[in-house]
């Protein structure tokens, strides 16, 4: 399978795009900057542009078979309170534009990163993380993560969203724990690592098709 994968350069993208690799798949890569891919590999195609552009994602679209979605809202710090880098529709922008395209090239299979505490699952996490959602940036992400859930829910793509809880950064093997409804209870962490490997092993799994699990660890 062909696939293009979005945020390839992020702190998770970039983990997606190596188990991609590894797992054998011919990648197309979206990029504002291409030299933050250090990967040299007969297999990856790396495009520059960015997916707000259509025609750009059009381009990188070529002759693929799924997309997976690692895309998030970026702040200039990991602070909280810290200003936005980038718009606050820009998840749900990008995903109109995917689904705008999706079926002029053949496209129908989608894995899109989301977040624990988005939609219905705000119920689900910790109080204090809960206020510190409300009473931050953070918010803008969460308000356009579910944004980009409810177009995906309405599309006509195979869609799967996998929603971590919080992401720490780990190289050990972990148990993924996959929860519907709050059960089993989430974990609070899962490491970007174990993310990459859920995502990338979603595109396969059929039985993921038209869910949105929680993932821990």
């Known amino acids: 399978m062909k696939i293009l994968i979005l945020g390839a350069t992020g702190r998770t993208g970039k983990l997606v795009l190596a188990e991609a690799l590894r797992q054998g798949y011919e990648i197309n890569c979206l990029v504002r ?17 960015s997916p707000e552009r259509i025609s750009e994602l059009e381009n990188a679209m070529q002759d693929c078979e799924g997309i997976i ?3 998030n809202i970026s702040r ?7 200003k936005l ?23 129908n299979r989608i894995v899109a990163c989301s977040a624990w505490g988005v939609a219905e699952t705000e119920e689900e996490i910790p109080f204090w993380f809960n206020w510190i959602i409300k009473n931050s940036n953070i918010r803008v992400a969460y308000k356009d993560h579910e944004r980009q859930e409810n177009l995906l829910k ?5 869609w799967t969203i996998v929603r ?4 720490i950064n780990l190289k050990k093997e972990q148990k993924i724990i996959e929860s519907y409804g709050n059960e089993p209870k989430p974990k609070i962490t899962i490491s970007r690592k174990s993310v990459a490997e ?20």
């Open 164 to 167: 971590p809880s919080g992401l």
């Open 33 to 49: 900057e291409p030299k933050k891919i250090t990967e040299n590999h007969i297999m990856l195609n790396i495009f520059k542009g």
């Open 76 to 82: 200039k710090s990991d602070f909280p309170w810290s």
């Open 198 to 217: 859920f995502m990338v092993n979603a595109l396969t799994n059929e039985k993921l098709i038209g869910q949105a699990p929680v993932i821990s660890a």
């Open 85 to 107: 880098r980038t718009p606050s529709t820009f998840l749900s922008d990008v995903m109109k534009n995917i689904i705008s395209l999706s079926e002029k090239n053949k496209i």
């Open 154 to 158: 309405t599309s006509n793509l195979n």
């Open 69 to 71: 979605s690692a895309l």
